[in-house]
């Protein structure tokens, strides 16, 4: 597509469900990155992919979260036993790492998840 | 490690007022220096960037200069509009291990009225 999507762009779940969060990055671009952007603060990292591997995942707060990019395109955030503190925007972007827009992150419009 | 501290908010201007909001960071190394901006409903964008000391980045009426001696990108606009309405990050990244994972400041709300 011609931008970032990410979805669903709302979702609500109980304390303690398993979650996963989509999304679908510019065509092309061979990095991705998640962020989590709490009410009132900027985007935290967590997770920055380049092409199928995490080349760092130090944002993470803990192994309830994972994400995956299996084909080096679409990625998936996935985060296990979801708490009242997990309610986030959490945002997607992607780069080129090539050409005139290299580095230049791409976002998408985030998923607010919000947990009960 | 790196920080980037923004004014707080909101900003509230009426149209064709001059708008400043501040951005100072802290970094290690040598980084690149940004404004993102965020329209209600809408992904971040990036508006401008410089990547080297005194670099003027510009966009869309919108200006900001990369001064290291006081390690400041403060963001201006002469004139704003209704349509600036949105909230803007200031950023840095350097390149670490090969990537350029930004480091966001919290946001200032600007809120421009007609």
């Known amino acids: 597509g011609a931008g970032v999507s990410q979805t669903p762009s709302n979702k609500v779940t109980e304390k303690g469900k398993y979650v996963e969060l989509r999304c679908d990055p510019i065509s092309g671009h061979t990095a991705l990155y998640w962020y989590r952007q709490s009410l009132g603060q900027g985007p935290e990292f967590l997770i920055y992919?380049?092409?199928?591997?995490?080349?760092?995942d130090s944002g993470l707060p803990n192994d309830r979260f994972f994400a995956v990019r299996p084909e080096g395109s679409v990625s998936t955030l996935k985060i296990q036993r979801t708490e009242r503190g997990d309610s986030a925007v959490y945002l997607c972007a992607s780069s080129s790492m090539t050409g005139r827009g290299k580095n230049i992150q791409y976002f998408g419009a985030g998923t607010r998840l919000s947990v009960l | 490690g790196n920080s980037v501290t923004q004014m707080e908010g909101p900003v509230t201007l009426s149209e064709e007022a001059f708008l400043t909001i501040n951005c100072t960071y802290t970094?290690?190394?040598?980084?690149?220096l940004f404004w993102y901006v965020q329209y209600p409903g809408e992904g971040l964008q990036l508006l401008l960037k410089?990547?080297?000391?005194?670099d003027k980045g510009s966009n869309k009426g919108f200006e900001a200069t990369y001064r290291k001696e006081t390690t400041s990108f403060h963001l201006e606009k002469g004139s704003v509009q209704v349509s600036d309405s949105a909230v803007y990050f200031c950023a840095l990244s350097d390149q670490s291990g090969g990537s350029y994972i930004p480091t966001f400041g919290r946001g200032t709300s600007l809120i421009v009225h007609p």
């Open positions: 410089a990547t080297k000391a005194d």
């Open positions: 970094a290690t190394g040598y980084p690149s």
């Open positions: 992919f380049q092409g199928t591997g995490a080349a760092d």
